[in-house]
């Protein structure tokens, strides 16, 4: 009955080993698994980064561009302006340089 019982223990303790070693074996490929997922997110996420920046870049320069775009056009639109006043200056001072010049002449005669 002993050596039965010694039997048992011994089957026992190899079953639990064998038990134990799976149990290793299956902690191991869950960490791979998890290592690897983990992997792939932070790849997902400094690709997401990436495109985050470069759609940055992209907006900055539409910005750039249109700020550019805007102020040339301020620029010309204050040209036209300062021309636009000019003349007006200019055509009404024509009348009374004009009359000026009559009476001188009229003076003169």
Known sequence: AAEQASEKANALKDVT?????????????????????ASEIAGDVKESVKRGEEKAEENLSWAKEKAKEGYQAAKEKAGEKYESAKDAIKSSLRPNVEEEEEERYEDEL
């Not at 080993?17 to 997922?37: H, I, L, P, Q, Y």
């Open 17 to 37: 080993a064998k038990k134990a070693e799976e149990a290793e074996g299956a902690a191991e490929k869950e960490k791979k698994a998890s290592s690897e997922k």
